[in-house]
T-cell receptor, first 113, second 113 residues
Framework: DAKTTQPPSMDCAEGRAANLPCNHSTISGNEYVYWYRQIHSQGPQYIIHGLKNNETNEMASLIITEDRKSSTLILPHATLRDTAVYYC??????????????FGAGTRLAVHP | DVKVTQSSRYLVKRTGEKVFLECVQDMDHENMFWYRQDPGLGLRLIYFSYDVKMKEKGDIPEGYSVSREKKERFSLILESASTNQTSMYLCATLGSGSSYEQYFGPGTRLTVT
């Protein structure tokens, strides 16, 4: 299973871009990179995922390096409501309907005024 | 929007009691999951189900059982609750197709005294 490494915590000023890094050096060719976040006392929330190309949606952008060994989640204009734990996850391959996501410790992002 | 609901947000039970945690989803998703979340340990998969009456063990099934009699409902059962099962329990669903984002419920914080 491909593992991920993330910094335990980061700070960001409100209105600035938050760039959250993730290393996944053992990722295999058919594995996607997923990002989730968990705001305090709530269930995790899906943000974005990608395979090779950079992706953008209404919440964030995902930049994946060409060798796919690392990625960066970008929140372009962080708000106080973006304060959460952010999880970078590499999805295991499909196996008879079993699509397990392995959640690590994540990065605790604190957005301050 | 996908909606995943859990029967209780907070629950207090005594050691030895039988505990039922219910999860209901309204999106006709085939796959449903039960995780527990503990400080420093992240999310750990207890059981999952990819179809009605089908179940598979996750990483930490000991002390738990599950039931899926209807597609929209997935129950987690603690046959005889113990204090080490005090935790946050999270239910998640996943549809079939190319996009594998899981949708989580709000969680049930269970305390066993």
């Amino acid at each position: 299973d491909a593992k991920t490494t993330q910094p335990p915590s980061m700070d960001c000023a409100e209105g600035r871009a938050a760039n959250l890094p993730c290393n996944h050096s053992t990722i295999s060719g058919n594995e996607y990179v997923y990002w989730y976040r968990q705001i305090h006392s709530q269930g995790p929330q899906y943000i974005i995922h990608g395979l090779k190309n950079n992706e953008t949606n209404e919440m964030a952008s995902l930049i994946i390096t060409e060798d796919r060994k690392s990625s960066t989640l970008i929140l372009p204009h962080a708000t106080l409501r973006d304060t959460a734990v952010y999880y970078c996850i590499v999805r295991e391959g499909f196996s008879g309907g079993y699509n397990k996501l392995i959640f690590g410790a994540g990065t605790r992002l604190a957005v301050h005024p | 929007d996908v909606k995943v609901t859990q029967s209780s947000r907070y629950l207090v039970k005594r050691t030895g009691e039988k505990v039922f945690l219910e999860c209901v989803q309204d999106m006709d998703h085939e796959n449903m999951f039960w995780y527990r979340q503990d400080p420093g340990l992240g999310l750990r998969l207890i059981y999952f189900s990819y179809d009605v009456k089908m179940k598979e063990k996750g990483d930490i099934p000991e002390g738990y059982s599950v039931s899926r009699e209807k597609k929209e409902r997935f129950s987690l059962i603690l046959e005889s609750a113990s204090t080490n099962q005090t935790s946050m329990y999270l239910c998640a669903t996943l549809g079939s197709g190319s996009s594998y984002e899981q949708y989580f419920g709000p969680g049930t914080r269970l305390t066993v005294t």
